[in-house]
Nanobody, 121 residues
Framework: QVQLVESGGGLVQPGGSLRLSCAAS????????MGWYRQAPGKQRELVAL???????NLADSVKGRFTISRSNAKNTVYLQMNSLKPEDTAVYYC???????????????WGQGTQVTVSS
């Protein structure tokens, strides 16, 4: 019943910006950490940014100063504002959320479908 739907990916030139959104819906009791991961061809999936339920954040060194993660608890949505994009940011970006369902006493990981971000001239 829980679903994460991503939007905002696309093609941009180096130095450009994109804003990714990921909205959770379904039979949700609570959402703990939310984050963004990315996977480039031939590489391992890596954590880009994480945000806790009360707004604490952690960003990968490669994106500090350029990316900002935020969330709206009222909207069950996490955002990733990406500025000063570089070609090496090209990847499929996946949102992740640790969610407790109404019918469950434990948290579980949920993943979005992935959205392509391509940074190229």
């Amino acid at each position: 019943q829980v679903q994460l739907v991503e939007s905002g990916g696309g093609l941009v030139q180096p130095g450009g910006s994109l804003r990714l959104s990921c909205a959770a819906s379904g039979s949700i009791f609570s959402i703990n950490d939310m984050g963004w991961y990315r996977q480039a061809p031939g590489k391992q999936r890596e954590l880009v940014a994480l945000i806790t339920s009360v707004g604490g954040t952690n960003l990968a060194d490669s994106v500090k100063g350029r990316f900002t993660i935020s969330r709206s608890n009222a909207k069950n949505t996490v955002y990733l504002q990406m500025n000063s994009l570089k070609p090496e940011d090209t990847a499929v970006y996946y949102c992740n959320a640790k969610i407790r369902r109404i019918i469950s006493a434990r948290e579980a990981d949920y993943w979005g479908q992935g959205t392509q971000v391509t940074v190229s001239s």
